[in-house]
């Protein structure tokens, strides 16, 4: 079940919020080069970006940790 739950939750982040952020980065920096908004606004989408990528790899993480017990405790490989 965490297993599940670990996969559903990197799916959702991939494929989701990490494209979301990452259109949030590229409108902040295509704005800033024209003027319309300052550093700041750009440095705060990339600091939301990395947020996301942390989480993200975090959550991997923890799938393959328990994806290892697991085959740990079943004598298995998977």
Known sequence: A???SLRERDKLIGETKMIQAQETFNAALSNYQVGEIDFINVIQAVNDLLEIETDLYR???EFFQEKAKL???AGTEF
């Open 2 to 4: 965490k297993l599940n």
């Open 71 to 73: 085959a740990f405790i």
């Open 59 to 61: 959550i991997r993480k």
